[in-house]
C-alpha cells in the first residue's frame, strides 16, 4: 500500500483576489486549506464557514504548529496595502509565504532576508506566468528561439499587470540581461500608452504600458491585460491575451527560381506553410470560466512549482534571482513612465461580437 503524503495546510490571506486562491488550493490535493486570515468583514466569514475552517483576525494567533504555507493575497506596501506587513510577520513567524504581486524591491529583499534567517521560504506569484496559454507561449518562445534568431519584442500590457509582464518576457527569452529601456512616448502627451523602447537580453523591444487609473476602482479598465509578439527570422509567436490563445505566423518569404523570378506558383516549402496557426488545446471561453477554471487552475500550477523549488534549493535561489532582477526592472520603468493618468470608469455595455456584427 502506498504512503499517503500529508497535504500542506496553507493559511489564505484577504479573501477579495483571494478566492481565486481558494479555488486553486481546493483543486490540488497536495495543499488544504486551513484557515482565513482578514479583518473580519461578511464576506472572509462566509466563506471560513464554506471552507469549514477557522477564520483569523488577530496575526498573533497564528502559529507554525497550525501552518505549513501562507497566500497572501493583499495588496503590497507598493500598492497601498498591508500585503508586504502580513508577509514580514508570517515569515519572522517560519512559516513559508507566497506573496501576490507586485512587490517593491526593497520590501521583497526584505523578505527573502528573513525567510533565509528564518528557515523558510519565500516566493512572490506574478501569477500570469502559470496560466494555460502564458504557459503554452513561454514554453514555445524557449524552443523558437533555437530555431530561429530572435529580431525583436512587441509587448502591451497594463499598468495594474506591468510586474507579470516584465517575469513573462524574462522566461520567454530565458533572462533579462543586458536590459535598457527609455521612454521614449509619455501617456501626458494625450496618448493612453506610455512607451518605452530598448532591449532586453540584447533583443530590440517595444513596451506599451496603458498608464492609466481609476483610483476609486484601481482593478478595472485595462484595455488588455498581456498581449506579447517575439519576431524571430522563422517567424513571430503570438500572446493574443494573458486568457487568450498563442499564435505562429511564419515569416511570409518568396525564394526566386532559376531563372532569377519571384517562386509565387512553383513548388517550394514555403507556399505549404499556413498563414497563421492556433496552438491546439489551449482551452478559451467565457469570462465566467476564467474565474472559476482557468484562474484557479494556474493557482494550481504554481502551488506545484512551490512544491519543486521546496524540494531544490538550486531551483529556489534561480527563481528568487530573476523575480530580484524582474522587480529591478519593474521599478525602472514605473519611475521611466512616471504618474498614471487619472480616469473615470466609463459606462460599459458587455457586449458580444453577436451583437456587433
Known sequence: MEDTIKPLNVLVCGTNFGRVYIKGIQKNKKFRIAGILSHGSNQSRRIAEECNVPLYTDMDKVSKKEFDLACVVVRSTVVGG????????????GIDVIQEHPVHYNDLVQAIKLARKNDCI??????????????????????????????????????QVL???????????????????????????????????GKIKDIPIILKIQNQIDPADPDNNGFL???VSIGTTEGTLSLTDSNGQVQW????????????????????RYLDLYVSEEVPDIHTGQYRDVYENIWPS????????????????MQRELQTQRLLTASKIWREIAEEIGNPQFIKTPDRKGTPLSVIN
Not at 498591508?82 to 513567524?93: A, D, P, Q, R
Not at 494556474?298 to 534549493?313: A, V
Request: proline share 6%; hydrophobic share 40%; net charge neutral.
Open 249 to 268: 505566423n511564419p515569416q511570409m518569404y518568396v525564394p526566386h527560381n532559376s531563372d532569377g523570378v519571384l517562386d509565387m506558383y512553383g513548388n517550394n
Open 82 to 93: 498591508k500585503g508586504s506587513v502580513i508577509t514580514n510577520e508570517l515569515l519572522s513567524k
Open 122 to 159: 519565500y516566493q512572490v506569484n506574478s501569477f500570469y506566468p502559470f496560466i494555460e496559454s502564458v504557459r503554452s507561449f513561454i514554453k514555445l518562445s524557449n524552443q523558437v528561439l533555437t530555431i530561429g534568431q530572435p529580431l525583436y519584442i512587441d509587448a502591451t500590457c497594463s499598468l
Open 163 to 197: 510586474f507579470p509582464m516584465v517575469d513573462i518576457l524574462g522566461r520567454a527569452v530565458g533572462g533579462f540581461s543586458p536590459w535598457r529601456l527609455r521612454n521614449v512616448e509619455s501617456a501626458e502627451s494625450g496618448l493612453p500608452f506610455s512607451i518605452l523602447m
Open 225 to 227: 491585460l498581456h498581449r
Open 298 to 313: 494556474g493557482i494550481s500550477t504554481m502551488l506545484d512549482n512551490f512544491i519543486e523549488i521546496k524540494n531544490d534549493k
